[in-house]
C-alpha cells in the first residue's frame, strides 16, 4: 500500500456515511401483551443527523406478518384508539422523534414466534430519502414505559387481522 492510497482510505473512512448514517435508532426495545399474543409492538428513538428532513416511511422484519406505523388517536367520545399512520413518521433534520407507548410506534401483526424475553428481531426501517437502517430490537416484556410514557397499552386494534 502506497502512502497515497493510505491517505484516501484513512480521509474516506472520516467522512460520515452518506444516508445510511443520517438515521440513528437508540434506545429500542419490543414487547408482546402476553405469549400467545398474535401482535407486539417496537418503541424506539430515531435521530436525523442529517441537514433534510426525512419520513420514516415503511419498516419490515421476518419477526411478523405485517410491520405497519401506528399512533393513537382520541375519538369524539373520548375513547384513545390506536391508527395506522400510512404517511409515516416525519422526522426534521437535527430532530430526534420518540415512538413510545400510548405514542407512535411500530405495530408488529402476525408474530412468526413469540416475543421471548431477552431474544432480538432484525428490523429494516425505510425512510423517504435516507438509505434503509437494519437494527437489531431486543424483547424486553418486562419494561415500564418512562415516567414521560403515555400508558401501558396497544389501543384498539379493530380492523387488523393478525395473520
Not at 61 to 68: F, I, P, T, Y
Not at 155 to 161: I, M
Given at each position: 500500500m502506497t502512502f497515497k492510497s493510505f491517505l484516501l482510505g484513512a480521509t474516506l473512512a472520516a467522512l460520515p456515511t452518506?444516508?445510511?448514517?443520517?438515521?440513528?435508532i437508540e434506545d429500542a426495545y419490543a414487547r408482546a401483551a402476553s405469549p400467545l399474543a398474535?401482535?407486539?409492538a417496537a418503541f424506539m428513538t430515531i435521530f436525523n443527523h442529517s441537514d433534510m428532513d426525512d419520513r420514516l416511511i415503511g419498516v419490515t422484519?421476518?419477526?411478523?406478518?405485517?410491520?405497519?406505523l401506528h399512533t393513537h388517536i382520541?375519538?369524539?367520545e373520548g375513547v384513545m384508539r390506536?391508527?395506522?399512520?400510512?404517511?409515516?413518521?416525519?422526522?426534521?433534520?437535527?430532530?430526534?422523534?420518540?415512538l413510545e407507548r400510548g405514542g407512535m410506534h411500530v405495530m408488529m401483526l402476525g408474530l412468526t414466534n413469540p416475543l421471548e424475553q431477552g431474544a432480538e428481531i432484525e428490523v429494516t426501517f425505510t425512510f423517504e430519502h435516507a438509505d434503509p437502517v437494519v437494527h437489531?430490537?431486543?424483547?424486553?416484556?418486562?419494561?415500564q414505559p418512562s415516567s414521560g410514557g403515555h400508558?401501558?397499552?396497544?389501543?384498539?386494534?379493530?380492523?387488523?387481522?393478525?395473520g
Open positions: 452518506f444516508a445510511s448514517a443520517h438515521m440513528v398474535q401482535s407486539g422484519s421476518e419477526a411478523a406478518e405485517r410491520l405497519e382520541q375519538t369524539d390506536m391508527v395506522e399512520v400510512e404517511e409515516g413518521f416525519a422526522i426534521a433534520a437535527g430532530q430526534t422523534i420518540a437489531t430490537i431486543t424483547i424486553d416484556n418486562e419494561r400508558g401501558e397499552g396497544h389501543g384498539d386494534h379493530s380492523g387488523h387481522s393478525d
